[in-house]
């Protein structure tokens, strides 16, 4: 089958760039959906196909290749075998409609979709025009598991707020850098889960020869043995003995050094993680330094960029070449209500009570400097703490100085 990409990008602040050109998992998400429609045997064209049905897809709209198959399934068999709503004549397409309550709740509130769970991905008819417009609507469960979600000290817990899910069938729209998070959050979780489906699912000798050669692996029943075999590693990697690195996958050349830890990481090409530092659940572009002892959290971090130890480093989004100085600090979680985020020059909701920060490209945020949660940098932007509250020469008497 053949697709078509229709351009629905818009800029997302503060980057200034399409949202097709920002990262999922290490590359441009148009690169992403290429990749992913080939994993289900679909090809990207540049023009419709003559005769034949076919796949559109808006720029903007992240989608997991198990929900894309099960997509065309079900509308291709809808459009061969029916006439919908009474019409007198089948119709020109089925667009994808998503119901699910808790991830609807996790991923629409910053969303532009023109009614709940309705995205740009739709299956037309042969020789119909491309687009979404007016098409019915083909809904879906997809196939996803509430993520129980361990008991929090009251300080931190917000309830009704912070929801989870787990599987491997989803979409979402990069309509904020808040999503571009999000999303990237969300396809690790999705890849990880497909991994575990490698060992739980299929033909039982393929998956009893899975397990027998990660035990061989492990040479333990330890889960942390395991975890730490379950690692995907390029060419020319050095890892220190003490550090700990587990179900990770490292591009060409990384380091990372004495004592560091990487879980559930994507660490692009060239990148150098100090002693100490922490990175979790996040990823990273090429070329990324994540410095002595910094810890990186559920982050977006572009390829350049240089993170020093900071308070709060987690649920960002952080620009090419940008810089974070040692002592800085990024608050990620409001005690009240929601996140508030700045859409189209207003603050509003995030639907998130844990998030982070958004650098732009070549930002650099000078040592000492609080962010507040849900705020933006602009490309180029430093920000530094004001000269009175800097010491800068002895001036007191008596052996004191007032700052």
């Known amino acids: ?61 992240w989608f997991t290749p198990p929900l894309a198959a099960r997509f065309l399934r079900e509308a291709s068999a809808r459009l061969a075998g029916t006439r919908l709503m009474g019409q007198d004549r089948e119709a020109v397409g089925l667009r994808l409609c998503l119901r699910h309550a808790a991830f609807q709740r996790l991923t629409e509130p910053l969303q532009r979709l023109p009614a ?31 993520l129980a979600v361990p008991d929090l000290h009251p300080g931190v817990s917000t309830e009704g707020i912070d929801t989870m899910v787990q599987g491997d069938e989803m979409a979402c729209q990069v309509d904020h850098w808040a999503l571009l998070q999000q999303v990237n959050v969300l396809a690790m979780a999705a890849w990880g889960h497909q991994q575990r489906r490698r060992y739980t699912e299929g033909p039982l000798l393929p998956r009893l020869l899975r397990w027998l050669w ?50 559930g990481a994507m660490i692009g090409d060239g ?46 989004v952080i620009g090419r070449g940008a810089f974070v100085a040692q002592s800085a600090i990024l608050m990620d979680r409001c005690f009240s209500g929601q996140v508030p985020v700045l859409v189209d020059g207003e603050r509003v909701p995030s639907g998130r009570a844990f998030l982070g920060v958004a650098l732009g490209h070549g930002a650099r945020v000078g040592a000492g400097v609080v962010m507040g949660y849900g705020t933006e940098l602009p490309n180029g932007a430093s920000l530094v703490l004001k000269r009175e509250r800097v010491y800068r020469g002895w001036e007191g008497e008596g052996g004191v100085e007032s700052q």
Do not use: W, Y
């Not at 994993?39 to 559109?56: Q, S």
């Not at 008819?125 to 997809?142: H, I, R």
């Not at 890892?239 to 879980?263: D, F, Y």
């Open 1 to 61: 089958m053949k697709a078509i990409v229709l351009d629905t990008s818009r800029s997302i602040a503060p980057f200034g760039e399409l949202a097709c050109a920002l990262p999922v998992l290490g590359v441009p998400l148009r690169v992403l959906q290429r990749r992913m429609l080939a994993e289900i045997g679909v090809e990207v064209v540049e023009a419709p196909p003559r005769g034949e049905a076919f796949l559109c897809l808006g720029s903007r709209c």
């Open 214 to 263: 990660l035990l061989l692996r492990a040479r333990s029943l330890n889960p942390f043995r395991i975890a730490a075999t379950l690692v995907h590693r390029g060419s020319g990697c050095v890892i220190h003995p003490t550090a700990t690195v587990e179900a990770s996958v490292l591009g060409r050349g990384v380091v990372i050094g004495p004592n560091a830890v990487v879980r």
């Open 116 to 146: 709940p769970g309705v995205h740009e991905l739709a299956l037309l008819q042969p020789d119909a025009p491309p687009g979404f417009d007016g098409l019915p609507l083909l809904e879906m469960t997809p196939d996803l598991a509430d």
């Open 271 to 316: 990148c150098r993680i100090d002693q100490q530092a922490g990175v979790a659940f996040s990823v990273l572009g090429k070329d990324v330094q994540v410095t002595h002892g910094a810890e990186v959290n559920l982050c977006v971090v572009m390829d350049g960029a240089m993170l020093s130890r900071a308070a709060g480093m987690q649920a960002s």
